[in-house]
């Protein structure tokens, strides 16, 4: 599955963003999808991630509460809405596909990504 991701940019903290993601190629309902960041120096790590009926998700505990992660099968998106954004969110950020249908929280349980989408939170 090929994945693009858009929405990101520049915000002041405290502020939101809504990413999006779409996929093209395999059938997207077969996958489980997520989110995952990368910051210079740091590890990358996700932050978010839901099964193929949107019925179960996955939140990395820095973002509980603030970040929401959905999806639309008919039209082959994922979506991560930002909310209470903080400098510390600060990373490329990136949509992925998972392995099989459910929901993953380590980057090994991905098999597929696309070309992120930076966030930069001004403090």
Do not use: H
């Amino acid at each position: 599955v090929q994945l693009q991701a858009s929405g990101g940019g520049l915000v002041q903290a405290g502020g939101s963003l809504r990413l999006s993601c779409a996929a093209s190629g395999r059938t997207f309902s077969n996958y489980g999808m997520g989110w995952f960041r990368q910051a210079p120096g740091k590890e990358g790590e996700v932050v978010a991630s839901i099964s193929w009926s949107g019925g179960s998700t996955y939140y990395e505990d820095s973002v509980k509460g603030r970040f929401t992660i959905s999806r639309d099968n008919a039209k082959n998106t994922v979506y991560l809405q930002m909310n209470s954004l903080k400098p510390e969110d600060t990373a490329a950020y990136y949509c992925a596909a998972a392995r099989s249908s459910r929901v993953y929280t380590t980057l090994a349980d991905f098999i597929s990504w696309g070309q992120g989408t930076q966030v930069t939170v001004s403090s």
